[in-house]
């Protein structure tokens, strides 16, 4: 019944999986006090490397990009020598790893880091504070000049190469789910009045610098991302959005990236300015290497799969749940549930 999910997928020439399940990039605030991945993660990762490729959890680009506690970085060497750990244990099992290349923009805090400010897009404070930390609130960032955008953009291309010098596969950019690259994407967040702002070719010019300063460090095959065009969290959604991804989207497809991946947490969940949801409105304008997410199983993804609404499954909670994922699915056997107190500890 899932028999499609076993098929292997040839991304480009050089990256083939070995099947269509994706593990989904899982923060799980794990990484010791200098940011650096520990013993225990590479084992968390290995156990989980029959999946035709994990999505490492959200790593940031550098300090400044820091949200939550103890979430992994990629800019000091013990870092890249913590993940080369990481990516060592995967490949000796069979695996193959991206590292996801974060910086969360306006949902940063500066409690996490000693120097510099908040950045994003605009001067505007997203609501709330940092989860089971309530006495951090978050605050009104300052908006990024050009030095500062072409410092981030240095810095997101240092990380990709610093990735690979780590034994990652590949990136994938997180574009998605409300932080920084996100936030020039939606107008929600986005008021910019110059070259980053008021049209979708200006919202757009910031993630596609990304992207292009990638792909020219470590090439278009190995380089992904990840994009949330109905706005779901960190973000309020804005009809507007919609044009900005209508230019997007035909500009990634030209850059021949390795797959791109939507970011949501329910793929059921219909967006009136998109037409539908969110893999419905991609697939429509945007035709090639796509992964799906949001609350699949085995036997709703394989079916979507064959359906053609996108070519890949990325499995998040259900992959915390059971190490052993794909080799349950592969068996036909029961999957154990997911449950929050599973996030405590690295299973
Ligand atoms: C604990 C947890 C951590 C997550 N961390 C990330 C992350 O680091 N980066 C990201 O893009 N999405 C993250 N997500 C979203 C997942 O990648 C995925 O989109 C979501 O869980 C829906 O898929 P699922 O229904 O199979 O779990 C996280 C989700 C959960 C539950």
Known sequence: MTDNLFQPFA???????????????????MADNELVPTPAM????????????????????RPDGQGYPNTPGLFTQAQITGWKAVTERVHGNGGKI?????????VAHPHFFEQGDVLAPSAIAVEGSVPRMRELTYQVPKAVTQ?????????????????????????????????????????????????????PENMARFPLAVVDAIIERIGNDRTALRVTPGAYFNMATDANDREVFDYLLPE???????????????????????????????????????????????????????????????????????????EKIRKGEEITPYSEEMLASLV
């Open 11 to 29: 991304l480009n020439s050089i990256i083939t999986l070995n099947n269509r399940i994706l593990m989904a990039p899982l923060t799980r605030c």
């Open 147 to 199: 030095t500062d955008i072409d410092g981030l953009i240095n810095d997101y291309a240092q990380a990709a190469a610093n990735a690979i010098e780590a034994g990652f596969d590949g990136v994938e950019i997180h574009g998605a789910n409300g932080y920084l690259i996100d936030q020039f994407l939606h107008f929600d967040s986005n008021k910019r009045q110059d070259e980053y702002g008021e049209t």
């Open 252 to 326: 990634l497809e030209k850059r021949q990236l390795a797959f791109l991946h939507i970011g949501i947490f329910d793929d059921a969940m219909e967006f009136d300015y998109l037409g539908g949801t969110a893999s419905s409105y991609v697939r429509a304008n945007y035709n090639n290497t796509l992964v799906g997410v949001g609350s699949y199983t085995a036997e709703t993804a394989s079916k979507a799969i064959e359906n053609d609404n996108f070519n890949l499954i990325a499995i998040g909670r259900p992959f915390i749940a059971n190490p052993d994922y794909v």
């Open 98 to 106: 991206f590292a996801q290349l974060w910086h969360t923009g306006r």
């Open 42 to 61: 590479a084992e968390y990762y290995g156990r989980r490397a029959d999946a035709g490729l994990i999505i490492s959890e959200a790593v940031i680009i």
